[in-house]
């Protein structure tokens, strides 16, 4: 069985600096932004991602890596933003604002499994059109295996408008992870615990 700690991007910060343990407090509320609209909605697949810092409490960061070809699907209405990935059940909330930039919260509480996400990014438009997402995240792990506080980094590609990118989006999906917050960040294949 797979185990695929869920994570979907972070910081690029200072190296040996420990990511800071998230609470439900830190990522729940998120205000909508500014922007009007739905220009930023549609499928987006992840080309880079990258961890950029991680402590671990139990388990190990080496044997952790980021996921790509994970897509994204994005929903906005007005200044409120959702973003979920074929990986996981979870959905991020939060804003995004007219200049591109957006804040998102994730939580899962199930028994065996806590997970708390924080991302921040930018949309970049070509045209009028989304062109890429950008993104850091902070994300605090709780788990029998995972105890660990994780910032990673991505780039992400604009596929389509979501009925039109369904069919990427399906066979990435069928590719890759298995639940979890949001399936960015997994356990390598060749790692031993």
């Known amino acids: 069985m797979r185990l695929w700690v869920t ?3 972070a910081a690029l910060v200072g190296c040996g600096e420990d990511p800071r343990t998230l609470t439900r407090d830190d990522v729940s509320g998120i205000p909508a932004g500014d922007a009007v609209g739905a220009q930023f909605s549609g499928e987006y697949l992840i080309a880079s991602n990258k961890i950029g810092g991680c402590h671990c409490r139990a388990g190990s960061c080496a044997t952790l890596v980021g996921l790509t070809g ?3 699907e994005v929903t906005q209405t007005e200044g409120v933003l959702q973003m979920t990935v074929s990986t996981s059940t979870a959905v991020a909330q939060g804003g ?3 200049d591109g930039s957006y804040t998102l919260g994730s939580v899962l509480e199930d028994p065996d499994n806590i997970q708390y996400a924080l991302v921040t990014g930018r949309f970049t438009l070509s045209g009028g059109t989304p062109n890429t997402m950008t993104g850091a995240q902070e994300v605090t792990v709780h788990s029998p295996i ?3 506080d994780i910032r990673s980094s991505f780039i992400s590609m604009y596929v389509g408008p979501l009925a039109a990118a369904a069919d990427v989006a399906h066979t990435a999906a069928s590719s890759g992870g298995a639940g ?3 399936g960015l960040v997994g356990v390598s294949a060749n790692a031993t615990r």
Do not use: E, Q, S, T
């Open 70 to 72: 994970i897509p994204l």
């Open 146 to 148: 995972y105890d660990c």
């Open 7 to 9: 994570i979907i991007l």
């Open 180 to 182: 979890g917050a949001f």
């Open 96 to 98: 995004v604002n007219a």
